[in-house]
């Protein structure tokens, strides 16, 4: 499993490597959190010293954490409200079992689900819509996959199927 440690040198690294221009266009940047967290990644040993650097009465430990999740995988502030306006939603099944499965049958064949119900997103990335926020989850998972030592093309998102269990 991860720790905040895991994540710290590759945010610092990205943090880095990015200017600030660009760190004001995450999501969670706002209010000048960008530039507390451009001058407190040098002066950091690990992730939670980097969040007490930063934290304030302002800026709460939640808030820094979500601005450091938003760093690392790139979410910017034109891509979520671009998504959110689009109302483009899915549900994604993760695993399910035999009772699960048979509800899941049920959904598919009455249509009666009013989004997208996925379970193989190999196949989403030809719709360039729903591709825009999958393309997120993925590289969550391989930035996971990576900061935990596991093969990130066999854990991939692309790869493996939903875990059944009956």
């Known amino acids: 499993y991860l720790t905040n440690d ?3 040198e590759l945010l610092a690294y990205k943090v ?3 200017d600030l221009t660009e760190l004001e266009k995450i999501l969670s940047a706002t209010e000048g959190l960008e530039n507390r967290l451009k001058k ?8 939670d010293d980097l969040i007490e650097r930063i934290k ?3 800026y709460t430990i939640t808030r820094v954490q979500r601005l450091l999740i938003h760093t690392l995988i790139g979410i910017k502030k034109d891509d979520f409200f671009n998504i959110l306006d689009s109302k483009l939603n899915y549900a994604r099944i993760l ?7 048979d509800l899941l ?11 997208p119900i996925l379970n193989n997103i190999s196949k989403e990335i030809e719709k360039e819509e729903i591709w825009k926020l999958i393309r997120y989850d993925i590289l969550s998972s391989d930035i996971y996959n990576l900061l935990s030592f596991n093969d990130i ?3 991939s998102d692309l790869v493996q199927k939903p875990f059944i269990y009956f």
């Open 95 to 101: 695993g399910l079992s035999k009772r699960g499965s």
């Open 105 to 115: 049958a049920l959904i598919n064949k009455q249509a009666c689900s009013k989004i």
């Open 153 to 155: 093309y066999t854990y």
């Open 40 to 47: 407190s990644i040098i002066k950091s040993k690990n992730t």
């Open 56 to 58: 304030t009465k302002r």
């Open 6 to 8: 895991n994540l710290f």
């Open 16 to 18: 880095l490597t990015t």
